[in-house]
């Protein structure tokens, strides 16, 4: 322990430097004061590659206190390689606590990710985010899709949902379902399944969205209207597990992990890893469940 | 003109004027017909078209006719608003009765006019189309702008559009790359009128095509504007399509209106030189 001291005391508290922090909270204000506008920020140097969960540490470094306690999921679990060592960094560089408990953390850090457990308004999310760009997909030029987000111009995009039900019969967009903020701008909630897009809207928690690659910041604050795009005819709709459980504690209502084994058969797994192990102690943390238009 | 009394134009042009590169005030005074270039000597700046002045009635199909270079798709360009205009004034009757001047309008206005009250018919069915999409739901991007977000009735729309014009409907939701070049130029005619607007621009939109294809794209356009009435603007070097569409035509040289009236007075006694070289050129 004595090197890893002497590392954290040749480094600022939370490894970036004071005025950048005060740069990048003041960026997430604003990304606050304008829910779901991409914010442009500094995106300085990480000890990791950008593409790796550098927006993520930029916005949880600059929030996070001594007396916090840090929460990081990836794809769910806590114990990922990438998790493991995200959270050995933010305690090396804080001396934070750390948790794998949901409901003890007050900033939790996540990737592809909400955890199932509903957060409360002591807690803040942040969302690593790889394209904060939803227009991308239909359109490559960036100041093109600048000047549709000024205009509120969302054809194309509505035309992209269009041609996936024409093709397909439903809209099928895996993650990164397109939402419409507080009426006005359309942002991706990051690449978290549809499963999970429900629980942006009216929550009480904070939703930080840092893309570190793309030097992007954009939030959706707390009681917050965020819709997910959907036809008058064609809703949206999440993940169906209809008829299939947890093969681990039998339970359904989650966002299930399938597995396949080895003679073939495959088996589901709930995969939010803290759900499941506090599924298997006999709790019920609390759920916002989404029911499917019929 | 006779038309000039009447107070029921749809479309006033004044003063339309479009300069590439830095001019001088005696530009415009230094190019145009009389001097057969549109460039000025003095700074090499191009006047693509100058104080082009005229109204369009409704229910009116005006021919703008010319050589290459002669401003005559600058013009439709400006109105369309694929480039800003250097300088005039523009009019549309329906866009707040015509009381605002269309060019100094803010970009939000300028996409409900393009949106709800114009459309376009180019030359490249790649202008005109995505074609990422598919030849419905390029349709169906202008019905999406205009607020219709159900899918059905989407649907209905676009298959009676390509209907209308004579695209099969079965290929609706194939992507226009796999259309022919007719086709692909009536998916665009469908798409230009998707929101019934009044006014409707066509920049060569017959030239890519063989001869019988022309005809035919000729004819749906002309039976589509006898139906819905709508006012049109056709640019055209080729003047048995201004012959066959329009009921005036503005000949255009050098960036100038040389000559306008009616059409069958402008191709049986055309008044100005180039008028006549161009009457008289034809085959």
Same mark, same amino acid.
């Given at each position: 322990?004595?090197?890893?001291?002497?590392?954290?005391?040749?480094?600022?508290?939370?490894?970036?430097?004071?005025? &950048?922090?005060?740069? @990048?909270?003041?960026?997430? *204000?604003?990304?606050?004061? #304008?829910?779901?506008? =991409? $914010? +442009?920020?500094?995106?300085?140097?990480?000890?990791?590659?950008?593409?790796?969960?550098?927006?993520?540490?930029?916005?949880?470094?600059?929030?996070?206190?001594?007396?916090?306690?840090?929460?990081?999921?990836?794809?769910?679990?806590?114990?990922?390689?990438?998790?493991?060592?995200?959270?050995?960094?933010?305690?090396?560089?804080?001396?934070?606590?750390?948790?794998?408990?949901?409901?003890?953390?007050?900033?939790?850090? &996540?990737?592809?990710? @909400?955890?199932?457990?509903? *957060?409360?308004?002591?807690? #803040?999310?942040?969302? =690593? $985010? +790889?394209?904060?760009?939803?227009?991308?997909?239909?359109?490559?030029?960036?100041?093109?899709?600048?000047?549709?987000?000024?205009?509120?111009?969302?054809?194309?995009?509505?035309?992209?949902?269009?041609?996936?039900?024409?093709?397909?019969?439903?809209?099928?967009?895996?993650?990164?379902?397109?939402?419409?903020?507080?009426?006005?701008?359309?942002?991706?909630?990051?690449?978290?399944?549809?499963?999970?897009?429900?629980?942006?809207?009216?929550?009480?928690?904070?939703?930080?969205?840092?893309?570190?690659?793309?030097?992007?910041?954009?939030?959706?604050?707390?009681?917050?209207?965020?819709?997910?795009?959907?036809?008058?005819?064609?809703?949206?709709?999440?993940?169906?597990?209809?008829?299939?459980?947890?093969?681990?504690?039998?339970?359904?209502?989650?966002?299930?992990?399938?597995?396949?084994?080895?003679?073939?058969?495959?088996?589901?797994?709930?995969?939010?890893?803290?759900?499941?192990?506090?599924?298997?102690?006999?709790?019920?943390?609390?759920?916002?469940?989404?029911?499917?238009?019929? | 003109?006779?038309?000039?009394?009447?107070?029921?134009?749809?479309?006033?042009?004044?003063?339309?004027?479009?300069?590439?590169?830095?001019?001088?005030?005696?530009?415009?005074?230094?190019?145009?017909?009389?001097?057969?270039?549109?460039?000025?000597?003095?700074?090499?700046?191009?006047?693509?078209?100058?104080?082009?002045?005229?109204?369009?009635?409704?229910?009116?199909?005006?021919?703008?006719?010319?050589?290459?270079?002669?401003?005559?798709?600058?013009?439709?360009?400006?109105?369309?608003?694929?480039?800003?205009?250097?300088?005039?004034?523009?009019?549309?009757?329906?866009?707040?009765?015509?009381?605002?001047?269309?060019?100094?309008?803010?970009?939000?206005?300028?996409?409900?006019?393009?949106?709800?009250?114009?459309?376009?018919?180019?030359?490249?069915?790649?202008?005109?189309?995505?074609?990422?999409?598919?030849?419905?739901?390029?349709?169906?991007?202008?019905?999406?702008?205009?607020?219709?977000?159900?899918?059905?009735?989407?649907?209905?729309?676009?298959?009676?559009?390509?209907?209308?014009?004579?695209?099969?409907?079965?290929?609706?939701?194939?992507?226009?790359?796999?259309?022919?070049?007719?086709?692909?130029?009536?998916?665009?005619?469908?798409?230009?009128?998707?929101?019934?607007?009044?006014?409707?621009?066509?920049?060569?939109?017959?030239?890519?095509?063989?001869?019988?294809?022309?005809?035919?794209?000729?004819?749906?356009?002309?039976?589509?504007?006898?139906?819905?009435?709508?006012?049109?603007?056709?640019?055209?070097?080729?003047?048995?399509?201004?012959?066959?569409?329009?009921?005036?035509?503005?000949?255009?040289?050098?960036?100038?209106?040389?000559?306008?009236?009616?059409?069958?007075?402008?191709?049986?006694?055309?008044?100005?030189?180039?008028?006549?070289?161009?009457?008289?050129?034809?085959?």
């Amino acid at each position: 322990m004595i090197e890893a001291k002497k590392f954290q005391q040749a480094y600022n508290y939370g490894f970036i430097d004071e005025s &950048t922090k005060k740069e @990048i909270r003041r960026k997430m *204000l604003k990304a606050v004061a #304008i829910p779901g506008y =991409q $914010v +442009p920020y500094s995106s300085p140097e990480m000890p990791i590659s950008r593409g790796w969960g550098t927006g993520g540490l930029h916005a949880t470094l600059s929030l996070i206190g001594p007396d916090d306690t840090f929460k990081i999921i990836d794809q769910g679990s806590d114990a990922s390689v990438n998790a493991c060592n995200l959270r050995n960094f933010v305690k090396r560089m804080t001396g934070c606590k750390t948790t794998f408990d949901t409901a003890d953390a007050t900033i939790v850090q &996540t990737r592809h990710r @909400i955890p199932e457990e509903v *957060l409360t308004d002591k807690q #803040i999310i942040v969302f =690593q $985010v +790889p394209q904060p760009e939803i227009l991308r997909g239909v359109e490559r030029f960036e100041f093109k899709t600048r000047q549709m987000h000024a205009e509120a111009d969302y054809a194309k995009m509505w035309v992209s949902l269009y041609e996936s039900y024409v093709k397909f019969g439903a809209i099928m967009r895996g993650a990164g379902y397109p939402v419409k903020v507080n009426g006005r701008y359309i942002m991706t909630p990051s690449p978290i399944p549809r499963w999970d897009v429900p629980n942006l809207s009216h929550s009480d928690t904070l939703h930080v969205f840092a893309a570190g690659r793309e030097k992007r910041i954009h939030c959706v604050p707390p009681h917050t209207l965020v819709e997910p795009l959907e036809f008058e005819d064609v809703k949206f709709m999440v993940e169906k597990f209809e008829g299939i459980r947890c093969s681990v504690t039998g339970e359904g209502d989650a966002f299930m992990d399938e597995i396949y084994e080895a003679d073939g058969g495959r088996k589901h797994v709930i995969n939010d890893s803290n759900f499941l192990d506090k599924l298997k102690l006999g709790g019920r943390p609390n759920q916002r469940l989404f029911v499917n238009p019929s | 003109m006779v038309q000039d009394n009447t107070d029921n134009w749809l479309l006033r042009v004044r003063g339309l004027t479009k300069i590439y590169g830095d001019p001088i005030s005696n530009s415009i005074a230094y190019t145009g017909p009389k001097f057969g270039s549109n460039i000025c000597p003095e700074t090499d700046a191009i006047v693509a078209c100058a104080e082009i002045d005229f109204d369009l009635y409704p229910g009116e199909v005006l021919g703008v006719v010319g050589e290459s270079g002669s401003g005559k798709s600058t013009l439709v360009q400006l109105l369309y608003f694929d480039g800003e205009a250097t300088g005039g004034e523009v009019y549309f009757r329906s866009f707040e009765d015509g009381d605002t001047n269309i060019l100094r309008v803010t970009n939000q206005k300028k996409r409900y006019l393009r949106n709800h009250l114009m459309g376009m018919v180019y030359q490249n069915p790649r202008d005109g189309l995505n074609f990422k999409f598919s030849a419905g739901g390029n349709i169906a991007e202008k019905l999406l702008m205009a607020n219709e977000f159900n899918v059905g009735r989407i649907r209905n729309r676009a298959s009676s559009l390509l209907t209308q014009t004579e695209v099969p409907v079965e290929r609706m939701d194939n992507a226009p790359a796999t259309f022919s070049g007719g086709m692909q130029q009536r998916v665009q005619i469908s798409k230009a009128i998707a929101n019934n607007p009044p006014l409707i621009f066509l920049d060569e939109v017959t030239t890519g095509l063989d001869v019988s294809v022309q005809a035919k794209v000729l004819d749906l356009i002309r039976g589509l504007q006898q139906d819905l009435g709508i006012s049109m603007i056709v640019v055209s070097h080729d003047l048995s399509v201004i012959r066959m569409l329009t009921d005036r035509t503005m000949v255009l040289k050098n960036g100038r209106i040389v000559e306008s009236g009616l059409t069958d007075q402008i191709l049986q006694d055309p008044q100005h030189a180039y008028t006549q070289l161009l009457v008289s050129s034809l085959l």
